[in-house]
């Protein structure tokens, strides 16, 4: 197999090429996900004996940094897939066996990998209208019966959607409501409806429209086989649900210093002290925010879900978050009203970078968790308002 960071860097100027056609048109970058499905990118968090990469989470992140460099809502589409494939590759077998998941749920997760491999792309249908992506809040619902599951609701913000082949569905058991389940949902379901409500301030080309679901998805969709493991994989795998954005954003912050750059330099006005400052304060900040980002990264690997390896994955989340926003403002700034207009990378990725703090967990949500820590308490349960 090819080297998947060198596949990225090559991709990247290609992605950077076609960014703005997309984000003017609120449209799926579909010329850049061809290239990463021909370069088997879908196939990077798969384990090497299911046809993948069998990266790591800090290959991701070093994948994740460079796509977004090229087009941050490409990488960010992309993102969503590597949570749904890395966090089904990173589930511990032994201990998931302790919990009752049947033989018949790794059979179904290897061919859900081994699809990705081949080329599948799965999207993340998480997130409601009132609830955010607060597991515990979520209105859609699940029932049983017999042999399928019927799933009934309203998913927004879903990245992709329209485009993959399923969907990463969280939902409550109409039962027991406490009871929380994800199911991967074919995009071909009879029952599924897009909504194409996405016209938003940054990344656009996403394309995270509403998702209406009134489906009928056999037993086997049920991800990790038994019921109400959708909070154990939030608990276990938090660097999914937080981190993994982190890296994208850092890679936007870094575009858009380069987007400055460009601008300056055609114009004349690099040699300004207030210019070059302004870089050398952003190339500082974006150095900080990568660092953070790989020693998260470095920690998940090898300590997945550890309480050191959490505040590293709140501290980076919160630093790529804020810096992506300030960087991207500052640059336009130093760059002037001509880099305002539409079409110039710098507009775009100041509307991009905003985002990043936006996303769960959002910087503010980061920041009192670790404020929890730093003052002894425990963030699981001394938060503001539940974890999840
Ligand atoms: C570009 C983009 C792409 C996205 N793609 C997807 C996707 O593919 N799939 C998906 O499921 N979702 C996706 N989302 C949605 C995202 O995951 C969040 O669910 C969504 O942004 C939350 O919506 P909200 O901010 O309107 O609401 P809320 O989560 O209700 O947040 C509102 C405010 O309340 C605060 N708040 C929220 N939770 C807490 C808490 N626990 N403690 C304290 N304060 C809190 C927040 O800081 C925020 O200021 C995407 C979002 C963006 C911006």
Redesign the pocket.
Known sequence: MGDPLAAARRLAPRFAGRAAGYDRDGAFPVDDFADLRAEGLFGLMVPAHLGGFGAGFTDYASVAFELARGNGATA?VFN?HASVTGALAGIPEEMARSLGVPDEFFAARDEILKAAARGAFY?????ERGA???LSKLSTEYVRDGDDYLIKGT?S????SGQADAYLVAARSSDDPQTVSQFLVPATSPGIRIEETWDSL??RA?C?HDLHLDVRIPRTSLLGGVEGLALWFAQLMPHWLVASYAAVYVGVAQSAIEACVAHVSGRGVAELPWVRSRLGRADAAVAAARLAVEQAARMVDSDPGGQDTNRWVWRAKLLAGTTAAEVAASMLEAAGTSATRRGNPLERLYRDAR?GS???A?S??CA?WLGIAALGGDPDSD?????W
């Open positions: 960010l969503m999207a993340v249908a998480m997130s955010g992506s607060r998913k913000f879903v990245s992709g940054g990344m996403t995270s985002c936006l996303q769960p959002t503010d949500v009192d938060g503001s308002a539940p974890r």
